[in-house]
């Protein structure tokens, strides 16, 4: 009698055991997922921040004076987003506008204003490009990295501007060159890319 009570209580410790329970580090791991996937927090990042404006005022050796205005298009921004555990990363990379006047012997000869609209058609950054191509995307997601004269003096009856569009958070990028005469006629060129 004593072995089957023995044989008894073994069996309905075994039975009691092998419940279905599950232990507390399984628990936590089970209570962190859901919680990952219930719970999302959205961090929104702007750069630049705020408004930024930059002015360039440059008289050339051949007679050109050029004046480039660089400032912050507060409408018009990138979107890229980050998961990282349950945090959304949102950066927003605004876009810039761009004005250039060029005098010679103190007359205008080319005045213009670019947004991200005139810069893609001058730039050729268009949505038709084929994926793989060198400017593929350019048109929605290159921002304005950086503008300045070329101050070369090889260029005797012309101004050359150089332009650089990039896109955040990778490695392509786009160099150009705008070379205007002494008539305001414009030349958009291409001369890098990666």
Excluded: W
Excluded at 163 to 178: A, F, G, L, N, R
């Amino acid at each position: 009698m004593r072995n089957l009570l023995g044989v008894l209580l073994i069996l309905i410790i075994g039975f009691t055991s092998c419940e279905g329970r599950i232990t507390k580090n399984q628990a936590l791991a089970e209570d962190i997922e859901h919680f990952k996937k219930t719970v999302t927090v959205q961090i929104d990042v702007y750069k630049p921040e705020n408004y930024v404006e930059r002015e360039v005022d440059t008289t050339l050796s051949n007679g050109f004076r050029v004046k480039i205005k660089t400032y912050t298009d507060m409408d018009n921004s990138v979107l890229f987003t980050k998961i990282k555990d349950t945090i959304n990363y949102q950066t927003y990379y605004r876009n810039f506008k761009f004005d250039i006047l060029v005098e010679k012997d103190n007359k205008i000869v080319y005045d213009k204003s670019f947004d991200k609209q005139n810069a893609n058609k001058a730039f050729k950054f268009n949505s038709n490009l084929v994926k793989g191509s060198d400017l593929y995307n350019f048109d929605k997601l290159a921002i304005l990295s950086a503008i300045q004269v070329d101050d070369d003096p090889s260029y005797t009856n012309i101004v050359a501007i150089d332009v650089i569009y990039t896109i955040p958070e990778t490695d392509k990028v786009s160099y150009h060159k705008i070379l205007i005469n002494d008539k305001g006629k414009a030349n958009f060129i291409q001369t890098e890319k990666h």
